[in-house]
């Protein structure tokens, strides 16, 4: 067991830009000592870097459905990405988040060879890149119906036979909750496997608080005891005012450090 580092914090654009003013919401944001930004759209990059945020990730390819998982999607695939890591290169982007994409009835094993298949297409690239594929799990109950990598032993296996340090996991805490639980064994047991984190308070994936069930100080603190260097994103929906409950997120997993 390691012993604690002081994570980084980010916070993913879509749940808090739609009601705050984008150059607000990044300048308060880098105020409050967030230090990157995901998930924004390519319109404000300059802007986040003006305000010292680092890009942390954006989407490789399109789309969520239609993903890794189908041989017939990989060569578009393949170009989004080489496209997208020639991007993250220029801007010092850490993240690409890729998708295995609906079951639409494909057994996980034939799921699990197409997808590490269709990785090991560019996984060089992004290794040349610096830059690191992270395949979301997602939860396939609630919020993604027929979604593949919706287990981590599935995500965990298509990184075991890609075999690169360019092809990881986003372990996302609301999804994998919803899921399979068992949260702080599951990063203790697998994390060399999770390049990234996302954070939502489960049910209803808002605030960080205490109406909901996910006790965030105790994973902050397992966390930090892998070692992890990298990133916690805070993807939630706000309910109450989105400014006030991203400095809540922020102090209670500042706090937890």
């Not at 999770?194 to 205490?210: K, S, V, W």
Request: charged share 20%; glycine share 8%; net charge negative.
């Amino acid at each position: 067991m390691h012993s604690p580092t002081s994570l980084k914090q980010s916070f993913c654009w879509g749940g808090f830009a739609a009601r705050v003013p984008a150059p607000q919401l990044l300048r308060s944001a880098a105020e409050m000592g967030l230090s990157g930004v995901e998930l924004l759209p390519r319109e404000y990059w300059q802007m986040a870097k003006d305000h010292g945020l680092t890009i942390v990730s954006v989407d490789g390819h399109g789309t969520i459905q239609e993903g890794l998982n189908r041989r017939e999607h990989h060569q578009r695939i393949e170009q989004e990405i080489r496209a997208k890591l020639a991007l993250a290169e220029t801007w010092g982007i850490r993240h690409l988040i890729v998708f295995s994409g609906n079951r639409a009835g494909l057994d996980d094993q034939s799921g699990i060879a197409y997808t590490a298949e269709g990785l090991s297409r560019v996984a060089k690239a992004a290794e040349d890149a610096g830059v690191t594929l992270v395949m979301e799990l997602l939860n396939s109950k609630v919020n993604h119906r027929d979604y593949q990598c919706d287990h981590v032993a599935w995500g965990v296996e298509v990184c075991r036979r890609v075999d690169s340090p360019a092809v990881r996991l986003l372990y996302d805490i609301y999804h994998m909750q919803i899921m399979e639980g068992d949260i702080i064994r599951t990063i203790q047991q697998y994390h060399e496997y999770f390049a990234h984190y996302h954070t939502a308070g489960n049910p209803g994936r808002h605030e960080l608080d205490e109406h909901q069930e996910l006790y965030y100080p105790a994973i902050v603190r397992a966390i930090q005891q892998t070692g992890y260097q990298g990133y916690l994103g805070h993807e939630f929906s706000p309910l109450g005012d989105p400014l006030r409950s991203l400095q809540q997120a922020f102090e209670l997993c500042q706090l937890s450090s």
